[in-house]
């Protein structure tokens, strides 16, 4: 894995919100499921680790966001945590996965990429949350991966297409979500495995793979995996 993404380790993230502004407005849920590779170098999903998060305090909620998501923020019966609680229990997940792959930092995949990615680091942010392990602003987008191999970019319409089955009745729950976008991201890795293995002969061939990749670290010297 670390020597198939150059030292990163892809885990897809996705989030549900108040809104669309990560600095103003709710994190509502978040999940995270991690990447496995078979001994063949083949690429499935791994294990899913999901949270109902509470409003921070001054949060935003527009009541368009919560009609499409259906979630009822102050529900008595959602089991909701801090936003502090949650990250720091998705980050040791992760962590535990990098050092179990040899990683040195995590890479968030996800539909729409950016959009988790800036909600996932206002919370860290809000939270104070040390020790990210997730690269700050790089990324894997399935959108434009899906949009190059299949001519799909919207998400249930690129798994339907890939051959998977889509449940609209449980879109837009974090888990759900995330978990179909690790299917359609592997699928799409899988598909791509022999060009990659002819890709990594010629970096082999120009000496490349003999030196470990260094971005990984370059950034957040604070990063312990």
Known sequence: MARRFRGFLPVVVDVETGGFNAATDALLEIAAVLIDM????FLRRGATHSYHVQPFPGARLDPASLAV???????????????????????REVRQALRAYGCRRAIL??????FDLAFLNAAVAR???KRNPFHPFSCFDTATLAGVALGQTV???AVVVAGMEWDSSSAHSAAYDAELTAELFCRICNRFRDS???AE?????L????????????EDPQMET
């Open 109 to 114: 995949v996800g539909h729409n990429a950016a």
């Open 207 to 218: 000496g490349w793979l003999e030196a470990p990749p260094t971005e990984a670290v370059s």
């Open 69 to 91: 998501t259906g979630i009822d923020p102050y529900h008595p019966l959602r089991p909701a945590l801090p936003e502090k609680d949650a990250l720091q229990r998705i980050f």
């Open 155 to 157: 998400l249930a319409k």
């Open 201 to 205: 002969e010629r970096a082999r061939a």
């Open 196 to 198: 990659y293995r002819e």
């Open 38 to 41: 078979d001994e063949d170098g």
């Open 127 to 129: 939270s104070d949350v």
